[in-house]
């Protein structure tokens, strides 16, 4: 991200103490604790720690607060701090199905296997202002109670479309040809074509928005695509690392995770019979609208495995995916606010030329 400022140092120092006094605001209003963004303003975090790519409740709370609330600044300190931190090593593929379940649906069965688990969601609520939240204080909240259809939340619910792939109605999740070791974009700048675990790792960190607007797209008719939500789940799931002195797996915590399976059209040829295939969507934190837009984004980039035609902007890998990083496209916008006067001069020498040109053609 362009950054970099030359100026009068006294004006950059007066700058700075004015955005200190902005970022604090009125002084007769209580002070916004950084645990009360991460308890209170959750949403905001996970969406900060899915972009920065770093779990951390704690420091995207507090990016939030310096940022006063823009995400998208948040975002940039939070992997600005990320590049400062040392790398012990890899930790072990996550395995969503020991999730412990805080939220469970799925759009395509009546009656899921497991029981639907509904958590807390706005999805049923009416969406009016609640103006009993201008109060200082209100009554405390009853005990939260589970909303529950059939069973009740437990760690390692099966995943919903486990029968139907058994039944070789849905395509199988295998692991790609030669089970490759992923790449991690973070350190080998990425190339296209692009496998689908690169894929996969630039959609789970681009911009939420970016990647919304890709997957509305693909069902506005930008793309060749009848999705349905197989499974949504969110919750924590262990997180394993193999020490190097040890040679075993170890739980070192747990991180909470939002997962979406969502099928899709079916497919087949002369050898193959028909099957429904599907979209995946990891992401940080409680981010299911992030993670249903990178499923159907990620199943329209699928289009070169099924013979599909790319006829659409979301199917073409470097347009969708190298414009959603919000760091990056930042940077690139926010660039031309730092001084540009001998380009302009250049080019306005070139236009006064041109209109010279002009004129005497005229005469």
Known sequence: MYVAVKGGEAAIAASLHLLDEVRRGDPAVRELAVAQIREQLALAVDRVMAEGSLYDPELAALALKQARGDAIEATFLLRAYRTTLPRFGYSEPVDTERMQVGRRISAIFKDLPGGQVLGATF??????????????????????????????????????????VAEGLVEPAVPSAGDPEPEDITRTPPAYPMNRATRLQMLARADEGWVLGLAYSTQRGYANTHPFAGEIRAGRVPLELVPDELGFAVEIGEIELTECQMVNQFVGSAVAPPQFTRGYGLVFGEGERKAMAMSLADRVLRA?????????????????????????????????????????????????????????AEE
């Open 123 to 164: 999805d049923y609520t009416q969406r009016l202002l609640d103006f009993g939240l201008l109060a200082d204080e209100r009554e405390p909240a009853p005990q939260p109670v589970a909303a529950v259809a059939g069973e009740k939340a437990e760690t390692g619910v099966a995943p919903a479309l486990q029968q139907l």
């Open 304 to 360: 070169d495995e099924f013979g599909e035609e790319v006829t659409s902007p979301a199917q073409l890998q470097e347009f969708a995916l190298s414009h959603g990083d919000n760091v990056e496209a930042s940077g690139f916008v926010q660039h031309l606010k730092l001084p540009h006067y001998v380009d302009f001069e250049a080019e306005m020498q070139t236009v006064r030329a041109l209109r010279q040109r002009h004129r005497e």
